[in-house]
DNA sequence: TCTTGAGTTCAAAAAATATTGAACTGAGCC
DNA sequence: GGCTCAGTTCAATATTTTTTGAACTCAAGA
């Protein structure tokens, strides 16, 4: 398991590189893209030593960068057949479907369940507004938000189903 | 057209911060959440005066702020009937399919496209590997991104249609 | 042609975000 | 108990992103 080597060859580091530009999208530091990519081109499970090693990154960003990708269900540990291993070893998860439901569940879910508690104070603002007409065109556009999460959110699990295949 | 109040009453702060935190999430600058918010809520169409007297930002974060938002088509000038108007007044576009679709073509697809060539890149370097096992492996590997993309492009219509009820 | 003013540009400043590294924790071995 | 070492934490630092504001452009009116 591991690696021994002390460097990445040209490969990998395109491949690293096209992990950080991914990542970016996603709104997730460079260092989880250049974990996650530096797994997913290894053909061993590797250990947060190999990650500071092969990627020159420090040991905070790697233990960090890997509880991310561990929230994220993008990372999962490999089994340590040698019984008596005290470092831990990590795999990638490669399944697109499963990638992007932990980003539903992690990143977006939360925005959108804060997004409806907001929605319910706005509401409540909006009702103590006096004069009517101003009243009402306010609470259509607050009607309309609270559409598009409603929509949002149905049109998440049919994402994550449709990516299934 | 416009508004002379001088600043923004604690309603309409309320939904210019929602919008933040909104765009946040995609990636966008603040400014451009505080503009699309405000018009938003706004019964009439606003300048870029409007946005930096109620907002309190510069003209130029205005001007940059409403660049973007005419790209993604999140914003339109309202037709100027009274005649001699120098001033550009804009109003929002509050369809979620069309924002979803500005989203999807100036932010995505971009990156699906860069991506794509990045990968024939990197089916060329895999090509050069040596050793016939690594290059199997590795060669599996770019062929999985290269599913997981053509699964992202055959998905994007389909989210942008389910929006549009 | 000169003046006005709406809007743009972009280098510099400010703010937000990510990374570092040294101190710390705690599990396991002797 | 004391030692080792894998991994965590977090304040300080570095980097990136966003905003600012002053100089500029350009169209229209006088």
């Known amino acids: ?8 060859d040209a490969l990998g580091r395109q491949v690293v590189d096209f992990f950080v530009d991914g990542v970016r999208v ?9 974990i996650y990519g530096l797994l997913f081109i290894s ?3 590797l250990s947060l030593d190999d ?11 790697a233990s960090q960068g890997l509880r991310m990708l561990k929230g994220l269900g993008a990372v999962r540990e490999a089994d340590d057949h040698n019984g008596a291993e005290r470092r831990v ?9 499963r990638l992007v439901g932990g980003f539903i ?6 925005h959108l369940d804060s997004g409806k508690s907001k929605i319910t104070r706005l509401y409540r603002s909006a009702d103590l507004i006096d004069d009517a007409s101003q009243r009402q065109f306010v609470t259509e556009r607050i009607e309309r938000i609270d559409h598009w999460m409603r929509s949002s959110s ?3 699990p049919v994402v994550q189903k449709l990516l299934g295949k």
Chains 1, 2 share one sequence.
């Open 1 to 8: 398991m591991g690696t021994g080597t002390r460097e990445l």
């Open 26 to 34: 996603l709104g997730l530091p460079p260092s989880v893209g250049q």
């Open 43 to 45: 053909r061993t499970p």
């Open 51 to 61: 990650f500071v090693r092969l990627l020159r990154i420090s040991k905070g960003s």
């Open 89 to 97: 070893y990590y795999e990638p998860a490669v399944e697109l479907k």
């Open 105 to 110: 569940r992690e990143q977006i879910r939360p």
């Open 154 to 156: 149905r049109v998440l």
